[in-house]
């Protein structure tokens, strides 16, 4: 156990050391396609070519191949919004912004991180401030991360009506009072999955041990086993191999 606590103490203790302004990606994009996509932005920052900075009218006319060549291809696609990216040109973020609210679809996800640079380099620019880069599988909102949790019942016991009910209310009570959001909770037979934003530098392990004892005040229906992650959401086929597997201890992917 006291491994596993180590664990969200260093997670926590991260972000308690950071000193700058925090930009946290609010997309959920897979963790390999964003290191792919820095991969490639670094690549053509070091191929310079165009040079650095864009002018408007340079930033305007790939602005125009993205969205007037239908013939592009993925992959054109991707190097005209990392060119925007790396532009260092406010006129590049603007159109960015505006490609972001009806992306290609092949390349949406590649478009929001090009967004995100863009924002950072830019700021990085004009402001003196150190800028810090934050993203998981499951994105964010402002400076808050946005957590998957499983939690288990007692002894793998359906739950009842009322505990059903018990934990509607204080899931619903008690997050919001430590600032978090609760986007979607899902009480199932044995199980419940929560989706939730939480601030960055919040105890993670100790608001989610405390909603647990709160419930179980109601008679211990809750197990404190719970597999918390910030990479991706569960599947249906994953939390049916966690409900049957063996063990006490809290995971954290």
């Known amino acids: 156990m006291k491994e596993e606590g180590d664990i ?4 926590r203790n991260s972000f308690e050391r950071i ?16 290191m792919e996509y820095f991969k490639h932005s670094e690549e053509k920052r070091k191929e310079n070519q165009p040079p650095r900075p864009l002018t408007d009218q340079e930033c305007q006319d790939v602005f125009a191949l993205l969205i007037d060549n239908k013939e592009s291809g993925r992959e054109e696609k991707r190097d005209q919004l990392t060119l925007l990216a790396t532009s260092k040109n ?3 973020y603007k159109l ?13 996800d590649w478009a929001f991180m090009a967004l995100m640079e863009c ?12 800028q810090v880069y934050i993203s998981t599988g499951l994105g964010g909102k402002g400076e808050k991360l946005r957590f998957y949790v499983l939690m288990l019942s007692a002894d793998r016991k359906p739950f009842v009506d ?7 209310r204080e ?7 430590a600032d978090c959001e609760i986007e979607r909770l899902t009480i199932g037979e044995q199980y419940v999955e929560l989706v939730f934003l939480i601030p960055v530098r919040a105890d993670i392990k100790g608001t989610l041990d405390k909603v ?16 918390i992650t910030n990479v991706k959401e569960l599947t249906h086929e994953e939390i049916e191999e966690i409900i049957h597997k063996n063990g006490d201890g809290k995971t954290s992917d």
């Open 162 to 168: 009322y505990q059903r009910k018990v934990i509607e």
């Open 171 to 177: 899931f619903a009570y008690y997050l919001p009072k």
């Open 90 to 92: 406010v006129k590049a």
């Open 96 to 108: 960015l912004q505006e490609y972001v609210q009806n992306p290609d679809k092949e390349v949406t």
């Open 8 to 11: 969200f103490k260093k997670f």
């Open 19 to 34: 000193d700058g302004h925090l930009h946290i990606l609010e997309q959920r994009i897979p963790v390999e396609l964003q």
């Open 119 to 130: 924002r950072i380099s830019l700021e990085s620019e004009l402001s003196e401030e150190k």
């Open 212 to 227: 647990i004892i709160e419930c179980n005040q109601y008679g211990n229906f809750l197990s404190d086993i719970f597999t």
